[in-house]
């Protein structure tokens, strides 16, 4: 059954650096996102991207946060300078179409030292 | 604003005992409703949705959920809950009108005694 991965599954940086976390869809969906889940608390939209832009972002989406999809298989969602509070777990979800079923990643856990 | 509530925290039930967890929505369009389920530090894994029609769905591992537009609902339901089932449920929401993204509720933790 096809799915959506996640590398690495775990990261541990200090604060104010850059990390990337990458992502695998589903290699026929076409509408790709981000949430993260913050220990404890919900799953929060981060950002949906579609035709090689961001379709919508949220407001913790600022500007230390970018989306890019390099080549034809990969997914990323780089934080350039990061802080204690982007400590969470992120996971990545493609869709096929328009509200369509969303297939979530296992998730990478981001602890910020 | 779109908001989905899960009103409770926290549920226990014994093991073979009926199990429904409540999810409200607030949108003014017609949404589309999933429940996911998430084990400790795992992934998010999809129960069931509705898009449309029959509004009672079933979904895997035995669980089903019905629509009530008039109550703004969608509860999830097992008639007899297994030890596994313990994890942590989702109840999502995405409208089309408002973009792709699912809005997620705060989850209720199952937790089910033998």
């Known amino acids: 059954e096809p799915e959506v991965t996640q590398t690495p599954s775990h990261q541990v940086t200090q604060m104010g650096q850059e990390v990337i976390l990458r992502c695998v869809p589903i290699?026929?969906?076409?509408?790709f996102y981000w949430y993260r889940q913050i220990l404890g608390q919900k799953v929060e939209f981060l950002v949906s991207?579609?035709?090689?832009?961001?379709?919508?972002k949220s407001e913790i989406f600022d500007d230390q946060f970018s989306v890019e999809r390099p080549d034809g298989s990969n997914f990323t969602l780089k934080i350039r300078s990061t802080k204690l509070e982007d400590s969470a777990m992120y996971f990545c979800?493609?869709?096929?179409?328009?509200?369509?079923?969303?297939?979530f990643g296992q998730g990478t856990r981001l602890t910020v030292v | 604003a779109q908001s989905v509530t899960q009103p409770d925290i926290h549920i226990t039930v014994s093991e073979g005992a009926s199990l429904e967890l409540r999810c409200n929505y607030s949108y003014g369009a017609t949404p589309y409703l999933f429940w996911y389920v998430q084990s400790p530090g795992q992934g998010l894994q999809l129960l069931l949705k509705y898009f449309s029609g029959d509004t009672l769905v079933q979904g895997i591992k035995g669980f089903e959920a019905e629509f009530k537009r008039s109550q703004s609902s969608f509860n999830l339901r097992k008639p007899s809950v297994h030890w596994s089932d313990a994890a942590e449920y989702f109840c999502a929401v995405g409208v089309k009108e408002y973009g792709n993204k699912l809005v997620f509720g705060a989850g209720t933790i199952l937790r089910v005694k033998s």
């Open positions: 991207f579609y035709n090689n832009e961001i379709s919508e």
């Open positions: 979800a493609s869709t096929e179409g328009e509200n369509t079923e969303a297939f």
């Open positions: 290699s026929n969906h076409l509408y």
